[in-house]
Structure formats: C-alpha cells, structure tokens
C-alpha cells in the first residue's frame, strides 16, 4: 500500500528554538496533504490543509506565523515549529491524499518534546 | 454531541474472540476511514469505505449509509491487534476533505 513517511520520528529541542518536520509521500503523489497535532489520549485535531504549490489553510486558532507550512513538491511538505515552547511538546502526524484514488495516508508521526 | 461517536471506548477480550468497534456519525459524509493507532503512535489507514463492505485479512469493515453507521469487525482476535481503533468520516460538500475523527475505542487482546 501507498506510504507516508516522516522524519524525525522523535525529537528534543530546548525552548526558543525552530523544528522542522518532513512529511513525504513515497509511492504517490500528494496534491493535499493534512498535518496534525495530537495530545496525551486525546483525538488527533487538525492544524492545517497544505495544497501544492499554494499556501496552506490554517485551522481555527493555529497560528501560521507559528506553524509554518511548506508544500514544494507534490511529494514533500515541511512544518516548522518556530521559537517552541514546551507546550508546543506534542505528537504530530501528516496525512497525505493520492490524487488519484483520494484516500488519505497517514505518516508514522513525530514527537516533539520541547524542554 | 460529538458529530462522530465510537463505541465501546474500551474493550478487553480474550485472544481468539471476535471483535467489534461501532462508529456512528450524524453528518452526511463521502467516505469514512478506520484507523488503528498503536501505543508507540503511528498511525496505519486500515479501510476507507463509502459503501457496503470491505475485508482484509481478519479485519472486515462495514458501512450503512441510511442509518449513518459502520462497524469495525476483528475475527480470531490476537493481542498484536491491541491497539486504538480510530473512526474519521470527511464531509460529503464538494471541496470539504477534512476528516472528523471519533475519540477512538482502545482494544486489549489479552493472550
């Protein structure tokens, strides 16, 4: 089946300092991809849209300044987290939509501990 | 009320019974997806449906669009199956591809 990979699987940064995360889509390609955030027993929520080649949609109250997205390829976006705080420490999971068969892929996920 | 409800939210059986996780949702959709989350985190797509039914391996998943329902089945359950089960429905309005997830049924196979 299709694959999504993310990279890093885990990271630690201190306080202050910017993150990026890489989701790509290894056997298709992604005109959409998705990316989420997920807390402690708590449901995945959704961050933000990424098309291709066009800005990203920010759900309500994401702050785009702070989550940067980037969608350069039809098989790579990036987010950053820029100057995190620890209650940015999250796990943050990317989805990628085939344009052809439109089902979505989920990536492994990242987690993120800031100190 | 929750758009998407999963039930049961736990479950603990025997290795070997047969498993079912219940979704229902109150909103038209285009497709529903099962998801299965182990406790590391990843996240694997185990069926998208639109309609009627869908089986791999052990797993069968079902869907009735007129009662706004599907269900999740595990046959000869084994403990690798633990895991979190995780129903998303998107939206049916053109355009609308987000996923609306439940709060997920956490499953323990227990040997």
């Known amino acids: 089946g299709a694959v999504v990979s993310q990279h890093p699987s885990r990271v630690i940064c201190k306080s202050g300092t910017s993150v990026k995360i890489e989701c790509r889509s290894l056997?298709?390609?992604?005109?959409?991809m998705f990316w989420y955030r997920q807390f402690p027993k708590q449901s995945l929520m959704l961050m933000a849209t990424?098309?291709?080649?066009?800005?990203?949609?920010?759900e309500q109250g994401v702050e785009k300044d702070k989550f940067l997205i980037n969608h350069a390829s039809l098989t790579l976006s990036t987010l950053t987290v820029t100057s995190a705080h620890p209650e940015d420490s999250s796990f943050y999971i990317c989805?990628?939509?085939?344009?052809?068969?439109?089902?979505?892929?989920f990536g492994p996920g990242t987690r993120l501990t800031v100190t | 009320k929750n758009e998407v409800e999963q039930s049961p939210q736990n479950l603990t059986a025997q290795e070997g019974e047969f498993i079912t996780i219940n979704c229902s949702y109150s909103?038209?959709?285009?497709?529903l997806h099962w998801l299965q989350q182990h406790p590391g985190g990843g996240i694997v797509s185990l069926f998208m449906?639109?309609?009627g039914k869908k089986k791999h391996g052990r797993l069968i998943a079902t869907i009735n669009i007129q009662e706004k329902h599907s269900s999740l089945h595990i046959t000869a359950s084994h403990p690798r199956d633990s895991a979190v089960y995780i129903c998303?429905?998107?939206?049916?309005?053109?355009?609308?591809?987000?996923?609306?997830f439940g709060t997920g049924t956490r499953l323990t196979i227990i040997p």
């Open positions: 909103v038209g959709i285009s497709a």
């Open positions: 449906l639109s309609s």
């Open positions: 998303a429905v998107r939206g049916s309005n053109f355009g609308n591809e987000k996923l609306t």
């Open positions: 056997d298709f390609q992604a005109t959409t």
């Open positions: 990424s098309n291709e080649g066009s800005k990203a949609t920010y």
């Open positions: 989805s990628a939509r085939s344009y052809i068969s439109y089902e979505q892929y």
